[in-house]
Each structure stands twice: as C-alpha cells, then as structure tokens.
C-alpha cells in the first residue's frame, strides 16, 4: 500500500481517531490476520466464525501495526468506523461469518474506501487495472493474465479465489507506488455485487469468460446471472477494453451495454482473438494456433482441459492490448504454471494412479469440463476413470436436473466408476443408473471417510481418478489423503491469504 498517515487514513474512511494523534504513518500492508502483520502495517478487527479481531488490537500493534481500523474502541491505537444504516450492514455482513452486530460490515466498507484512494492515486501515475468475472473459470483466467503481465511490469493478483468484499479491496491494497499492473477477480451472490466491486477499484479493463448455471438459485435464472456479469463492461470507461468470449451468446450480447473498445474471443471465426486447430495430447493438455491481429503464434498449454483454451484466449486479449506481441504471449502461455490449489491440480502417484484434484468448487459447467479431460486423459491410453463427485450447491430448482445430468454425461463419457459423496447428490447416482443401466458402477457412500476407504480398496495401478464438488463439500480431503496414501480424509487447515482464503458463497 502507498504510505499514508493514520489521521489520512481516518479522513479517506470517515472515521475517528483512537488513542493516537494520527501522525504515525502506514508503510507496511493491510491484514486481518496477526499472523501476518509485519512492521508499519494496519490491521482489521473482523468478527470471525470463532474470534473477534477486536479481541487481538492490541497483539497487532505488539507484531509491529502502527494502528487498528476498527468497529468500536480497542486497547490499541486506532481509527474508529461509524456504523453502517441496518440494510447496508446486513448486506455487507454476509460475507463475514459471525458478523453478528455489524462491526465486520463497518470495517469492510471502510476497507472499500481506502482502498478506492488508494487506487485512485496509482492509477493517476498509471496503474491499469484488469478485472475478470464469470461464472466458472475466473481464478484460473486471473492466474494466467497475471503471468502474462509480470514480464511487463510488477503485477499484484489476489490468491486463489480471493475475489469477495474483503478479498478485492485486501487484494487492491497490496498495489504500491512501483505497482504497473492490478488483476482482479470478480464475485457476486447477486445483483449490483459487481458494480460494487468495480467501484472499489475501477477497471480499464474487462473481461466476461461465460455465464453458466452456478448459483443460479441465487439469481433466478442465466439471464439474471448475465445481467450481474455484465456490470463489469458497464463499469469500464469509453478508453477501456471489453474482453467478450463469443462463444457464449450471453457473453457476446454484452456488446451493446459498454462504452469501451471491445474484443471478441473464442474459437468462431467472428473472434479478434482466436484458437485455431486444437489438438489435446494424453495428459488433456491443449495445443492450438494463436491468431490476432498483429500476428499468429503456436501455443502448446501445459494446463490440463481443454476449457482453458477460452481462458487463454481472454488473457491473450488483454496482454495484446497492453503491449504485449503475439510470440511474447504464446510463449508465456506454453510455460504457464498452475497457482491456485485444488483446481485441475494432476499429481500420478508411484503407483500410476493419477489424481485430478478439481474440488475446490464446481458447478455444471466446470463439473462438464472436468469430466471431458478426464476422458481425454483415460481413453486413449486405456485407463480405468474415477469420477469422485459431490454436491454442486446453490442450484435452486435446477438442483435435481442439474445432478441427474451430469450422471448420465458420466456414462456417456464412458468412464467407467462413478462414486457419488453425500445424499445431497444423490441424484448423480440415480441419473448414472438410469442413463446406462448401470450396476455397481456407480455408487452412493454417505461421507468423504467412506469414498476414501472405497478408492483405497479398489483402485488399481494406472487408474485416473477426478475429484470435484462445491467448496462446501470439502471433497479436495480424499484428493489429498489418496495421495498421502492415507486411509483417511486429511485434515483441514485454516483459510489464510497465504493459503485459500473463504469466498462464501459468490459466483
């Protein structure tokens, strides 16, 4: 963050000063957690799910914060937040488990403040900020903009999929004085969520990946889904850049509700930026030819599934206009390397048998996906497939459909296990059975323990086995405890920054 006094500080956010006259001065960065801070840093006092930062002001300033921002009077020095009006409050409160009395809501939109100033002042030295949304496919896309970008300049990007009202102004707060380049992912639970996020720190750029069917019980529909995503091209100013995916019709007719510039991407043959000629080798690893407007380029990807292609194609559009030429972009994109955890994440155990570690999240499309490179990956070279799956959640009366679909596409993929986890999904095993007369292929175990010693007992040397579920489901546990060779699910480990931070529940 750019140095700023707390007396600054509290005139940005409109708060009060505490046990201080306000001339210490912020050099460090801003955390919630006391584990991170660092000399000269601010730390938030968050309610959370078992603790209340309030409680930890003063262990703060002893690991080096000069202040705390802060609900109401700590015993450390601090600028103090007026409370939100009570419809703003709940709203804001729902991104922070246990914020009970608001004090979390207050803090976050004192946050969003700050950092709008901050923001506000890099971007008047030139700092582009890129954001992306989309209702699958947004972390991974913001991984490989942020890797096309570094060699350009120094780059700040949120870790995993840490993109929600305390996420995207922590994220925007690592920028500084040297920063060229700030790539952000948006979320939303429903409409306006987005705008707001753009306002925190508006973008130059955007780009729309698709709009799927995850959280649609949140939204009501995919055209209310459209209607959110597209607030990120309504938020960009008419010297931005809309990056559009025109394989997704409600990607495409986005078109007409920005004033930027806008670039087409997709396989069609209307796409500024297109992949031309997509092979996928053993490992479901996509080969294609980059074309665009200043030139063409061969790219080998070394993600595995074939839906990173479309990512590829937004982040290659978005480089492209930030300088970068067709060679520099398509060699970046053959050397990339996967950031976020849980996700397309292909580890081959001693043994030959391969995990796909995709649980992080899923939804009918990502699950889609998932699903075809682990086809990719077993047919060919004769492999016996696993499909380990969960609940797909916030579906809404989508939810049963949704399921029995994805059971049956199971089956027609011919991969030949399916494993379902949890009664919440059982509509997966039944669409499995129905689709293919299926026996013991398919089966129902009630927990994460049970699939685990299932896998354990059944699998055999050269298996593939994917492993995909919404969040919720914590399903990364027996993608974890397969490779650790241990017989029971591993043990979960705190959200922190540094690791995966909670999202809730955004799209």
């Known amino acids: 963050m750019i140095e700023l006094s707390l007396a600054r500080i509290a005139d940005v956010v409109g708060g009060r000063l505490h046990r201080t006259d306000g001339s210490a001065v912020v050099t460090g960065s801003v955390e919630f957690d006391t584990r991170e801070i660092g000399e000269g840093g601010l730390f938030l006092a968050l309610p959370g799910e078992r603790v209340d930062g309030h409680d930890f002001a003063a262990r703060a300033v002893e690991a080096g914060a000069v202040g705390v921002l802060a609900a109401r009077e700590v015993d450390a020095p601090a600028i103090i937040v007026p409370p939100l009006p009570g419809g703003q409050a709940h709203e804001r409160s729902v991104a922070l488990a246990g914020d009970t009395d608001g004090s979390g809501a207050a803090v976050l939109a004192a946050l969003a403040k700050l950092a709008r100033h901050v923001v506000d002042t890099l971007a008047a030295d030139g700092l582009t900020v890129v954001g992306v949304t989309g209702s699958s496919g947004k972390t991974s896309t913001k991984d490989v903009i942020a890797q096309l970008l570094e060699p350009m300049g120094p780059t700040v990007a949120p870790p995993g999929s840490f993109n929600s009202e305390l996420g995207h102004p922590w994220t925007a707060l690592r920028a500084g004085r040297d920063t060229k380049y700030l790539v952000l992912e948006l979320s939303a639970r429903g409409p306006g969520h987005i705008a707001e996020l753009a306002a925190i720190a508006p973008p130059r750029i955007g780009a729309v990946l698709n709009v799927g069917s995850a959280h649609v019980g949140e939204f009501g529909s995919r055209e209310g889904i459209a209607k959110t995503k597209g607030e990120l091209v309504e938020a960009l100013p008419p010297d931005g850049l809309a990056v559009l995916n025109l394989d997704d019709p409600l990607v495409a007719a986005m078109a007409s509700r920005t004033r930027a510039r806008i670039t087409g991407v997709g396989e069609s043959e209307h796409a500024t930026v297109r992949a031309v000629g997509i092979t996928l080798d053993a490992e479901a690893r996509a080969s294609f030819r980059l074309v665009t407007p200043a030139g063409e380029a061969p790219v080998t990807l070394p993600l595995h599934g074939e839906h990173h292609v479309g990512n590829a194609l937004s982040a290659a559009a978005v480089a492209l206009d930030l300088g970068a030429t067709p060679e520099q972009i398509a060699q970046r994109l053959s050397a990339l390397q996967r950031r976020s955890a849980r996700r397309m994440e292909v580890t081959t155990r001693a043994d030959g048998v391969t995990v796909l570690n995709d649980a992080f999240n899923a939804n009918p499309e990502s699950v889609r996906a998932g699903l075809k490179a682990l086809a990719s990956m077993s047919r060919p070279a004769g492999r016996r497939a696993w499909a380990v799956l969960g609940v797909?959640?916030?579906?809404?009366?989508?939810?049963?459909?949704?399921?029995?679909?994805?059971?049956?596409?199971?089956?027609?993929?011919?991969?030949?296990?399916?494993?379902?986890?949890?009664?919440?999904?059982?509509?997966?095993?039944?669409?499995?059975?129905?689709?293919?007369?299926?026996?013991?292929?398919?089966?129902?175990?009630?927990?994460?323990?049970?699939?685990?010693?299932?896998?354990?007992?059944?699998?055999?040397?050269?298996?593939?086995?994917?492993?995909?579920?919404?969040?919720?489901?914590?399903?990364?546990?027996?993608?974890?405890?397969?490779?650790?060779?241990?017989?029971?699910?591993?043990?979960?480990?705190?959200?922190?920054?540094?690791?995966?931070?909670?999202?809730?529940?955004?799209?």
């Open 392 to 507: 797909m959640g916030e579906l809404g009366e989508e939810t049963v459909t949704a399921h029995d679909e994805i059971g049956r596409l199971v089956v027609r993929l011919g991969i030949e296990k399916l494993v379902v986890v949890g009664d919440e999904a059982a509509a997966l095993h039944r669409g499995a059975a129905q689709e293919g007369s299926w026996g013991e292929e398919s089966v129902l175990v009630p927990d994460a323990d049970a699939a685990v010693a299932l896998l354990q007992d059944q699998l055999r040397p050269g298996d593939a086995v994917l492993v995909k579920a919404s969040k919720v489901a914590r399903l990364w546990r027996v993608a974890e405890a397969l490779l650790a060779g241990a017989g029971n699910p591993g043990p979960e480990t705190p959200s922190t920054p540094s690791s995966e931070p909670s999202n809730g529940g955004h799209a």
